[in-house]
């Protein structure tokens, strides 16, 4: 059986390497993944990171508009790396909200600062009423974009 968790652990350390090296390396990701000893965890690992790296410009502006105050820019790279990834798999997977939410705090308690899990929590908190508001709004619709604007 596949361990979610371990997963998305093992896809947060491929995004902060492929984010401090400003690339989606393969090869780097091959060599982050391969102490996981397991295939399956591996290809899940990197099926997250590629997602969440494609889906990060969205979910870096998603950020910048609901915590001005903190940009992606600012925010330590872990943080910023799992915000990334929980705002990609709230939005494309069928995952519960509050199990993302959850481990999105379990990885940001585990990973980053002692500040950072309120910070993490508050930032997905308002990333969800928008998801949910947007898809009831616009049933069938993508709820990707974060801001209306991108529709004109």
């Given at each position: 059986m596949l361990n979610r968790r371990k997963a998305r652990e093992l896809a947060l350390q491929v995004l902060f390497a492929w984010d401090a090296h400003?690339?989606?390396d393969l090869a780097m990701a091959q060599q982050v993944t391969h102490d996981a000893n397991d295939d399956q965890l591996s290809r899940e690992a990197?099926?997250?990171a590629g997602g969440t790296w494609s889906n990060r410009e969205v979910a870096d502006n998603w950020v910048l508009r609901l915590a001005p105050q903190w940009p992606p820019r600012r925010q330590p790279g872990v943080d910023r790396n799992i915000l990334r990834l929980a705002v990609w798999e709230l939005t494309h997977t069928e995952t519960p909200p509050k199990v993302v939410i959850d481990e999105a705090i379990?990885?940001?308690k585990n990973y980053s600062t002692e500040q950072s899990p309120s910070f993490v929590n508050g930032v997905l908190d308002a990333v969800?009423?928008?998801v949910k508001t947007l898809t009831e709004e616009k049933p069938g619709a993508s709820s990707q974009k974060p801001d209306s604007s991108s529709d004109v």
């Open positions: 400003g690339e989606n990197m099926r997250i379990e990885l940001a969800l009423k928008e």
